[in-house]
C-alpha cells in the first residue's frame, strides 16, 4: 500500500489531494478567527488567544508538514506531467473555461499563493507565535489587531495581498474539485456539482480575506472603532 502510495501517479495524486483538503480547513479557521478583526480589538485578541492554547499550538508542526507535502508532491507531479505530456501541466477531467486555464497553471499559481505565505509569515506568524516556540516574548495578543491594521493600512501590501487572494481564488477553483475527483467524486453528476461548490467556496474565502484587507485598506476601520 506504501509503495503504492508513493510509486504510483494515482498515489501521489490521492496524497495532492488530502493534503489540500487539510490546507482548505485550515483557509476556513484562519478567515473565521480573522473576521473577528471587524468586530474590534478585544474580540480578535480573545481569537489570538484561542489560538495560542495548546490544542491549537500542537497543529502548527502538523500545518506546516501539509504545506510541505503539498508543495512536494506538486512539483513533482508537475515535472512528470510535463515531461510525459510536453507543456501539459497536472490536469483532470472535464473543465469549464475558469477551471481549464486554472489547472494549466496550477503550478505558477501555486508558487505564487507559496511566495506571499512567506511574506504573510514574517509579517504575523514571525512575530507573534515563532517567539512562543523560541521561548521569548513575541507581539502579545493585545497588539495582534494593531499589527494586522498597520499592514492592510499600507498600500503597497494591501496590494500585493488582494493579488494574493486573487491568486488563492484560481487555485481553488481548480483544486477543490479536483482533490474530491480524486477521492472518489469522479462521475458527472459530481463534476458539476463540485465544480460550482468549489467556485463558492474559493469566491468565499478570497472575498473574505479581501474584504477584511479593505477593512484596513480604505481606513474603515477607523470610522468603525
Known amino acids: 500500500m506504501n509503495l503504492f ?26 478567515l473565521t478567527v480573522n473576521s473577528l478583526l471587524l468586530v474590534g480589538p478585544e474580540a480578535f485578541q480573545a481569537g489570538c488567544e484561542f ?3 495548546p490544542v491549537v499550538t500542537i497543529m502548527v508542526p502538523i500545518l506546516a508538514a501539509g504545506f510541505i507535502v503539498h508543495i512536494i508532491y506538486a512539483a513533482w507531479l508537475t515535472w512528470q506531467n510535463r515531461k510525459a505530456r510536453g507543456s501539459v501541466a497536472y490536469a483532470s477531467g472535464k473543465k469549464s473555461e475558469t477551471t481549464s486555464w486554472a489547472s494549466k497553471n496550477m503550478f505558477v499559481l501555486g508558487l505564487v499563493v507559496l511566495g506571499v505565505i512567506a511574506i504573510h509569515l514574517s509579517h504575523f506568524w ?5 517567539p512562543h516556540f523560541m521561548g521569548t516574548e513575541g507581539v502579545p495578543a493585545s497588539q495582534a489587531y494593531d499589527l494586522v491594521a498597520n499592514i492592510f493600512r499600507n498600500p503597497c501590501w494591501a496590494v500585493i495581498y488582494i493579488i494574493w487572494y486573487g491568486a488563492l481564488w484560481f487555485h481553488l477553483t481548480h ?3 479536483s482533490a474530491l475527483q480524486t477521492i472518489g467524486f469522479n462521475n458527472t453528476t459530481w463534476y458539476y456539482r463540485l465544480r460550482w461548490i468549489g467556485i463558492i467556496f474559493a ?16 481606513g474603515v476601520d477607523k ?3
Request: proline content about 0%; charged content about 5%.
Open 223 to 225: 470610522l468603525v472603532h
Open 126 to 130: 514571525a512575530k507573534m507565535q515563532l
Open 51 to 53: 489560538m495560542e492554547l
Open 175 to 177: 483544486g477543490f474539485w
Open 203 to 218: 469566491t468565499i474565502v478570497a472575498f473574505g480575506f479581501t474584504g477584511i484587507t479593505l477593512f484596513f485598506a480604505l
Open 5 to 30: 502510495i508513493f510509486n504510483s501517479s494515482i498515489g501521489r495524486k490521492l496524497i495532492m489531494s488530502l493534503s489540500g483538503l487539510f490546507l482548505m480547513l485550515f483557509l476556513l479557521i484562519h
